[in-house]
Nanobody, 130 residues
C-alpha cells in the first residue's frame, strides 16, 4: 500500500519561496512516477508537476502555470520527493498533495484520471499573501 507524507507548507509573502517534502513508502519507489497536485479553495484538484526515473535519466513534466518557478527532485536513496517553489504568488495558494502512480512517464500523471493515482498524501497548506 502506497503511503505518502508531506511536510513543508506554510505562509509566505508573494515573491517568496517554500520547499515541500514527501516521504514515500509501501511501493517500489523507482518504478513509480511521483508528483504534486494542488487544490485551491472552490476549485478542482489540478496537476502541478511529476518526475519519473527512466533507464538512463530522470524526466520531469511541469504544468505551464509553474514552469520556471517550481522544481521537483527526488532522492531515491531516501524515498523522498521535493518541490522547491520560488517566486510564489497568491494564485499558488492551495493544499498541495503528493501523489504516486505506476505510469511510464511523468506526462501520464498529468492526464490519467485521478482515480488511477495509486496513493495520495494528506496534503499540506501553502498560503501566499499579497
Amino acid at each position: 500500500q502506497v503511503q505518502l507524507v508531506e511536510s513543508g507548507g506554510g505562509l509566505v509573502q508573494a515573491g517568496g519561496s517554500l520547499r515541500l517534502s514527501c516521504a514515500a513508502s509501501g511501493h517500489t519507489f523507482s518504478t513509480y512516477a511521483m508528483g504534486w497536485f494542488r487544490q485551491a479553495p472552490g476549485k478542482e484538484r489540478e496537476f502541478v508537476v511529476a518526475i519519473k526515473r527512466s533507464y538512463i535519466n530522470v524526466i520531469t513534466y511541469y504544468a505551464d502555470s509553474v514552469k520556471g518557478r517550481f522544481t521537483i527532485s527526488r532522492d531515491s536513496t531516501k524515498n523522498l520527493v521535493y518541490l522547491q517553489m520560488n517566486s510564489l504568488n497568491p494564485e499558488d495558494t492551495a493544499v498541495y498533495y503528493c501523489a504516486a502512480a505506476p505510469v511510464a512517464t511523468p506526462q501520464s500523471m498529468a492526464v490519467i484520471p485521478q482515480g488511477q493515482i495509486a496513493g495520495w498524501g494528506q496534503g499540506t497548506q501553502v498560503t501566499v499573501s499579497s
